[in-house]
Nanobody, 118 residues
Framework: VQLVESGGGLVQAGGSLRLSCAAS????????VAWFRQAPGKAREFVGH????????YYTDSVKCRFTISRDNAKNTVYLQLNSLKPEETAVYYC????????????WGQGTQVTVAS
């Protein structure tokens, strides 16, 4: 399995970005794709998850109503729409393949940098 993120960049506070996670190498079965982020000097943080079949989404409280995860099954791609970004959300954003129920993610992308300027 290979996951490749793209779409990161520099944005002003209050701005928006859309990240993509392109997956290849296997079918997903009951798995889903999660987004995590890691800011400098901080622990990795769960952002949200989408199930591959059904498209059920889960979010950490701090991003609800601002971030949206969606998927395009035909393209094997998951998206993370980031709105109303805050400077403290500057981080490397990663996508990962796994199970939300167990919080076990076996495959990870290389990450994409999101920088939010104040």
């Amino acid at each position: 399995v290979q996951l490749v993120e793209s779409g990161g960049g520099l944005v002003q506070a209050g701005g928006s970005l859309r990240l993509s996670c392109a997956a290849s190498g296997r079918t997903f079965g009951n798995y889903g794709v999660a987004w995590f982020r890691q800011a400098p000097g901080k622990a990795r943080e769960f952002v949200g998850h989408i199930t591959w079949f059904g498209g059920t989404t889960y979010y950490t409280d701090s991003v609800k109503c601002r971030f949206t995860i969606s998927r395009d099954n035909a393209k094997n791609t998951v998206y993370l729409q980031l709105n109303s970004l805050k400077p403290e959300e500057t981080a490397v954003y990663y996508c990962a393949l796994g199970l939300y129920s167990t919080r076990e993610y076996d495959y990870w992308g290389q990450g994409t940098q999101v920088t939010v300027a104040s």
